[in-house]
């Protein structure tokens, strides 16, 4: 197993519901580190600029519309598998398809509002990553 970063979003919709504090204790439960984490309000340009993958898709404007409809929780999560294993935390991107006990199936309304993003592989952990933070804002335990 290898030790790895990735990054976590918590979405406007689980920010307004008040579920920060539930959905980072999931992480933590399972030995992910939060070692950056800040909340903040994307722009149009910001949230069209980290879903350009999906600019071609008919949800893109309503994808883009609903990030930046209410503040974001950014994070980026470290432990050995932590790409894999919180997209297990999180559970399946439509809600309706979530595992029991998963971030999703809990806390998420539908595939447009589904609480949480994350990276989807290393190469794009990376690029995310870098897309939110600069290298001094990652803190690494030293304790
Ligand atoms: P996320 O993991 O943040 O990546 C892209 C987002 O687009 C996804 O979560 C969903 O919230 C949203 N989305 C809306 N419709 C779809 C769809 N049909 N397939 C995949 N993602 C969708």
Same mark, same amino acid.
């Given at each position: 197993?290898?030790?790895e970063k990735t990054l976590s979003i918590i979405k406007p919709d689980?920010?307004? =519901?008040?579920?920060?504090?539930?959905?980072?204790?999931?992480?933590? =439960?399972?030995?992910?580190?939060?070692?950056?984490?800040?909340?903040?309000?994307?722009?149009?340009?910001?949230?069209?600029?980290f879903y350009s993958i999906h600019k071609d898709k008919p949800f893109?404007?309503?994808?883009?519309?609903?990030?930046?409809?209410? +503040?974001?929780?950014?994070?980026?999560?470290?432990? =050995?598998?932590?790409?894999?294993?919180?997209?297990?935390?999180?559970?399946?991107?439509? +809600?309706?398809? *979530?595992?029991?006990?998963?971030?999703?199936?809990?806390?998420?309304?539908?595939? =447009?509002?589904? *609480?949480?993003?994350?990276?989807? *592989?290393?190469?794009? *952990?990376?690029?995310?990553i870098e897309y939110f933070f600069e290298n001094d804002e990652i803190?690494?335990?030293?304790?």
């Amino acid at each position: 197993m290898s030790v790895e970063k990735t990054l976590s979003i918590i979405k406007p919709d689980a920010v307004g =519901d008040n579920n920060v504090g539930k959905i980072l204790q999931r992480f933590e =439960d399972k030995n992910l580190e939060i070692v950056a984490s800040k909340m903040i309000r994307l722009s149009k340009e910001k949230a069209e600029g980290f879903y350009s993958i999906h600019k071609d898709k008919p949800f893109f404007n309503s994808l883009v519309k609903f990030m930046t409809s209410g +503040p974001v929780v950014v994070q980026v999560l470290k432990g =050995d598998n932590a790409i894999m294993k919180n997209r297990e935390i999180m559970g399946a991107t439509n +809600p309706a398809e *979530a595992n029991e006990g998963t971030i999703r199936k809990d806390f998420a309304k539908s595939i =447009d509002e589904n *609480a949480v993003h994350g990276s989807d *592989a290393l190469e794009t *952990a990376k690029i995310e990553i870098e897309y939110f933070f600069e290298n001094d804002e990652i803190c690494e335990r030293t304790k």
